[in-house]
């Protein structure tokens, strides 16, 4: 465990490290100086800052420098703005994360159940429609199946609203960010209309980037499941006679389970990019929509900052649910142990 531990932390490490020198090194290939598109204008002094300005510091001590500055906070000032891009990206982060959350909930708790069925009834007639159904759904790209439930839902149907994320009547105090969580935590009027119509706005973005990541996780569980039921073990458990609800309890439902938290953690970078597309198509306040407005305005400062907070979350959310998957694994014990 211990062993496992140290290796993932050594590659997450080496690999935020990587991260951060490319977002150094973008500066320089951005048009304009590029201390300028490293800070920005109008920044508060600091010594990590001075020192990064100084034009006796080479490259080397400059890069030492700008780490210092991100882990102090100082990401630099938005062009666009005026404003600091740490308050700017911790006003919007947690937008992206709220509408992250959602769709992999919604993906899990339906694909999950649904490949379960599609597995135990393995190349019959519901798990042909299954297959064919996510075969389907994997083939819609996110933004035209965005545009499709707003043009379908919102406009000629007129069920949800196309865009933002709540009605300008009312107005929620910002606590977490959360907008479900700030809006119970308040003490607006109409709270419970306020909250009917944060949901309202949260489905048709929440159902688009849901709907690819549902018929993965269905597809994954679904060969997991119909593979745990070949093994030997299954085989040998139904020979001695046990019930199907206790072969499935204790044998089939964890090690059915397992392969889905790595196939969750390679789609965590899918996952990102289709938020940030369905944040521009519906017009949700995120760090997805102010990035692309930030590459319309070439805000090289916000392009720098964003890009690279995107890559950090991608690579820390991956690489812990590669490391959960490795610890809870069951056969990597059995495997050291044949390597040794």
């Not at 420098?65 to 919007?92: C, H, N």
Request: aromatic residues 12%; contains cysteine; charged residues 10%.
């Amino acid at each position: 465990m211990i062993t496992t531990l140290i290796r993932y932390f050594n590659l997450t490490f080496l690999t935020l490290l990587i991260l951060v020198m490319l977002s150094f090194g973008l500066a320089y290939f951005f048009p304009g100086d590029p201390l300028t598109n490293l800070l920005g204008t109008d920044i508060l002094p600091s010594q990590p800052i001075l020192m990064l300005t100084s034009q006796q510091t080479n490259i080397f001590m400059q890069f030492w420098y700008y780490v210092q500055a991100l882990l102090a906070g100082e990401w630099g000032v938005s062009f666009a703005t005026g404003k600091p891009l740490y308050q700017d990206i911790m006003r919007l982060l947690p937008a992206t994360l709220e509408l992250s959350v959602y769709a992999v909930t919604v993906a899990l708790l339906f694909g999950i159940p649904l490949g379960f069925l599609a597995g135990m009834n393995y190349h019959k007639k519901i798990d042909n429609i299954f297959m064919s159904s996510s075969m389907i759904m994997y083939s819609f790209p996110v933004f035209w199946l965005a545009l499709l439930l707003i043009l379908l839902i919102s406009l000629q149907a007129q069920w949800l609203p196309m865009s933002g994320r709540l009605s300008l009547l009312f107005n929620v105090p910002h606590y977490s960010g959360f907008i479900l969580v700030d809006i119970l935590v308040s003490d607006i009027e109409n709270k419970r209309f306020a909250f009917n119509n944060a949901l309202q706005h949260l489905i048709l973005p929440t159902l688009s980037v849901a709907f690819i990541a549902f018929a993965v996780f269905l597809r994954t569980t679904r060969r997991a499941v119909a593979d745990v039921y070949q093994a030997q073990y299954i085989k040998s458990a139904q020979t001695r006679g046990l019930p199907a609800t206790t072969i499935f309890f204790r044998h089939v439902l964890r090690n059915a389970l397992l392969p889905v938290l790595p196939i969750l953690a390679v789609q965590i970078s899918t996952l990102v990019t289709n938020v940030m597309i369905v944040e521009t198509i519906f017009s949700w306040p995120g760090i997805g929509d102010w990035l692309i407005q930030a590459i319309y305005e070439r805000d090289y400062p916000a392009i720098r900052t964003g890009m690279l907070l995107v890559s950090v979350v991608v690579v820390i959310i991956t690489m812990s649910l590669e490391c959960i998957s490795q610890l809870i694994d069951p056969t990597r014990d059995r495997f050291a142990y044949a390597r040794r």
